[in-house]
């Protein structure tokens, strides 16, 4: 469920978790079905890397949603009966939970897991397995090739806005503040020599207007789309953003995925120190030690 980078955090624990039992590992992909695409568009989209899935079947689905807990109180004699959160299992909070890797055989997880620490040791399949499978498009080969002209001066910088300006979200998650990317350019200003930014957005227009920098920009993200071929697709743009040699990221799974896949062994990566406006919510276990918060 949600977007690429959601999607990336759950098969990256399923994997991990088909790598200790040595058992299957299939995905359930049923929320697309029910997702409102007119509001903002989520796809599945692991199908677009070199990745090994096996999709659930709806029948195989059902036997295990009947262990889900249902709210209400007629469903009392359901959730005292027949109900099992060791078999139908949610994340409990958004920090690390280590038991999620001691799940036996014959499990159901829902959740988002964002945590390295949910797939550390198959970390470099997982890098293997995270790579673009077809063809891509020519604008892809255009931003790669503008991106390597300028080698360890490459820095992106992930603007997250669209639905996270939503007031559900925005109350939840919160849109990093302006403050932020001008801390963080900052710094790289005084670790890179003659940096160059290149800006990835879902809201150009609005970066154009408020986000001043004086120094050399390129928009890898699109204003203006003539077609479907003249627009990066999500999972390219996520791929471009880790050939970037350093990065900026929003507080953001999709920006996350784009640091984490840089293979730079130098490289800066900064990261809001307050991932969710909701204090109750805690971000700890979500950036890598080695990145620096802000």
């Given at each position: 469920?949600?977007?690429?980078?959601n999607?990336?955090?759950?098969?990256?624990?399923?994997?991990?978790?088909?790598?200790?039992?040595?058992?299957?590992?299939?995905?359930?992909?049923t929320?697309?079905?029910?997702?409102?695409?007119?509001?903002?568009?989520?796809?599945?989209?692991?199908?677009?890397?070199?990745?090994?899935?096996?999709?659930?079947?709806?029948?195989?689905?059902?036997?295990?949603?009947?262990?889900?807990?249902?709210?209400?109180?007629?469903?009392?004699?359901?959730?005292?009966?027949?109900?099992?959160d060791?078999?139908?299992?949610?994340?409990?909070?958004?920090?690390?939970?280590?038991?999620?890797?001691?799940?036996?055989?014959?499990?159901?997880?829902?959740?988002?897991?964002?945590?390295?620490?949910?797939?550390?040791?198959?970390?470099?399949?997982?890098?293997?397995?995270?790579?673009?499978?077809?063809?891509?498009?020519?604008?892809?080969?255009?931003?790669?090739?503008?991106?390597?002209?300028?080698?360890?001066?490459?820095?992106?910088?992930?603007?997250?806005?669209?639905?996270?300006?939503?007031?559900?979200?925005?109350?939840?998650?919160?849109?990093?503040?302006?403050?932020?990317?001008?801390?963080a350019?900052?710094?790289?200003?005084?670790?890179?020599?003659?940096?160059?930014?290149?800006?990835?957005?879902?809201?150009?227009?609005?970066?154009?207007?408020?986000?001043?920098?004086?120094?050399?920009?390129?928009?890898?993200?699109?204003?203006?789309?003539?077609?479907?071929?003249?627009k990066?697709?999500?999972?390219?743009?996520?791929?471009?953003?880790?050939?970037?040699?350093?990065n900026?990221?929003?507080?953001?799974?999709?920006?996350?995925?784009?640091?984490?896949?840089?293979?730079?062994?130098?490289?800066?990566?900064i990261?809001p120190?307050?991932?969710?406006?909701?204090?109750?919510?805690n971000?700890?276990?979500?950036?890598?030690?080695?990145?620096?918060?802000?």
């Amino acid at each position: 469920m949600g977007g690429v980078g959601n999607q990336m955090f759950q098969y990256a624990l399923g994997k991990n978790l088909s790598f200790l039992k040595n058992v299957d590992v299939k995905f359930d992909i049923t929320w697309f079905d029910k997702f409102e695409k007119d509001t903002v568009p989520r796809y599945y989209s692991l199908q677009e890397f070199n990745i090994t899935e096996k999709i659930a079947t709806k029948k195989e689905i059902g036997k295990m949603e009947k262990y889900k807990k249902i709210n209400g109180r007629r469903n009392f004699l359901h959730n005292f009966f027949i109900a099992n959160d060791s078999i139908y299992v949610r994340e409990r909070s958004t920090n690390f939970d280590k038991r999620i890797l001691e799940v036996k055989d014959n499990t159901y997880l829902y959740g988002y897991w964002q945590s390295e620490k949910y797939f550390k040791n198959v970390r470099d399949i997982v890098r293997k397995e995270f790579v673009l499978k077809n063809k891509p498009s020519n604008n892809f080969k255009e931003s790669i090739k503008l991106i390597n002209e300028f080698d360890n001066n490459s820095v992106s910088i992930h603007i997250r806005r669209g639905d996270y300006t939503l007031n559900k979200i925005k109350k939840t998650i919160g849109l990093c503040p302006l403050d932020y990317y001008y801390k963080a350019i900052k710094f790289i200003k005084k670790n890179i020599k003659n940096p160059m930014f290149f800006i990835f957005t879902d809201d150009v227009e609005w970066v154009k207007k408020n986000l001043r920098i004086n120094d050399s920009i390129k928009f890898i993200s699109r204003s203006k789309v003539i077609s479907t071929e003249s627009k990066n697709k999500d999972y390219e743009e996520l791929i471009l953003m880790s050939r970037c040699k350093n990065n900026i990221i929003a507080n953001s799974s999709f920006g996350w995925w784009g640091a984490w896949l840089n293979n730079n062994p130098n490289k800066i990566v900064i990261t809001p120190k307050q991932w969710f406006k909701k204090q109750t919510m805690n971000s700890d276990d979500i950036p890598l030690k080695s990145w620096l918060r802000i």
